[in-house]
């Protein structure tokens, strides 16, 4: 029972704390250097390739509009190819896009929902940039987020690369802190691992790839990103992380929306994990090795503190000095956490409260995520969010 406890809490303390300053240090130290890129001079705009800004959308006409206007605003050489397919959509979204058609945009809809993979598939059949740049409807680019995207490109090297999830902070959204700390403690770790080989999961808010590496995804996939991510690595090519490209968005209205995004999220990592362990397992390259630190062990996570728990309680009703110790600290942790959601309705909550409440909730909704996942009742449609 000790070594459980202690593998638990070593493996905890290894995803948060140890991965990310080895994969910093590395970086630092071994990192590739600067790649090709596009000459920026107006005389080499020639030769920067031709762009889709594809964007999955349902039921989104409070925020499609502009999201369509800050795309035609984006600073590019060439004019780009927007495509938005709003399959399933009840609401006026593919009305409001066929509004646009006279600027370049184009509407893809009918009636049956099939799912975003479905959707995605759909989307990049009927592209025909040579690159193909992933959004969602709720967010907005900054001006250049297309170039430094797409300048990395010229890189033969390079498959896809991803920019920088943001959050506003807004005081009215239960989760703005909480997302706004988790992206960036992100942001630092996908840097160093694209400046190392490749990063380890593609984020669908702001992401671009060649569309000749392009493979339909299964319809039952839950979590495209990361079958994206698997097949350009599979390709033999890098995955690289831009933090000139910014995706700003809101963050969820309530918790409660953000916890189901999770639950959802983790049931199909664990899906991703049933299917590419052959990939993953034994760690052979840089990318496996990266994939289970940053990417598995957070999804287990929820087990490892379970175990911890029940563990410790044991030990220390035995009589062990030091996991009575371990046993107060956690009830101190949880009980801070608990005390968190007790106030949330009254106001922000304070950083001391909020960052045990928004681990504890994030890693219960992961929990349930694997229970979805071993009870086979993960889905490929999802809950959305309030805007």
């Not at 300053?21 to 590395?26: D, G, S, T, Y």
């Not at 964007?55 to 984006?74: C, D, M, P, T, W």
């Not at 639950?263 to 052959?278: D, E, K, L, S």
């Not at 922000?348 to 219960?364: D, E, G, I």
């Amino acid at each position: 029972m000790k070594l459980i406890v202690l593998l638990s809490i070593a493996a905890v303390l290894y995803h948060y704390a140890v991965y990310p300053a080895l994969v910093l240090l590395i970086a630092r130290w071994r990192g590739h250097g600067a790649a090709a890129l596009y000459p920026a001079s107006p005389e080499g705009s020639a030769q920067w390739p031709r762009v889709t800004l594809l964007i999955a959308a349902y039921n989104e006409e409070r925020v499609i509009e502009g999201k369509i206007l800050n795309s035609l605003e984006l600073d590019y050489p060439h004019p780009i190819e927007l495509i938005v397919v709003s399959d399933g959509s009840s609401d006026s979204t593919p009305q409001i896009v066929s509004r646009y058609a006279d600027r370049g945009a184009v509407s893809m809809h009918q009636a049956p929902r099939r799912g975003k993979t479905a959707a995605l598939n759909r989307g990049v059949a009927a592209a025909t940039g040579e690159i193909v740049v992933f959004s969602d409807a709720n967010n907005d680019f900054n001006r250049d987020a297309l170039k430094a995207l797409v300048q990395h490109f010229a890189d033969p090297a390079v498959g896809g690369v991803c920019g920088v999830k943001q959050i506003r902070e807004a005081g009215d959204r239960e989760s703005s802190v909480g997302d706004g700390l988790y992206w960036r403690y992100e942001s630092a770790i996908k840097l160093a691992e694209g400046q190392i080989g490749s990063i380890t999961n593609a984020d669908g808010e702001i992401f671009a790839m060649r569309r000749g590496l392009w493979r339909p995804i299964a319809e039952d996939i839950i979590n495209d990103d990361a079958q994206i991510t698997f097949d350009i690595v599979d390709q033999r090519k890098r995955i690289l992380y831009e933090p000139a490209a910014r995706s700003t968005e809101y963050a969820s209205i309530r918790i409660e929306d953000d916890f189901f995004v999770k639950v959802r999220m983790v049931a199909g990592g664990f899906q991703t994990i049933a299917q590419q362990w052959r990939r993953l397992l034994p760690p052979l390259s840089w990318f496996a090795l990266a994939y289970l630190s940053h990417k598995v062990l957070r999804y287990l996570v929820p087990l490892f503190l379970v175990a911890i728990a029940l563990g410790s309680l044991w030990l220390a009703a035995t009589g062990v000095a030091e996991y009575q110790v371990l046993v107060v600290l956690q009830l101190l942790f949880y009980g801070t956490a608990w005390a968190g959601w007790l106030r949330l309705r009254r106001g922000p909550l304070p950083t001391a409260l909020y960052v045990p409440f928004y681990f504890c909730t994030m890693n219960l909704a992961a929990l349930l995520g694997f229970v979805r996942f071993v009870t086979g009742k993960q889905g490929t449609s999802w809950r959305k969010a309030q805007r």
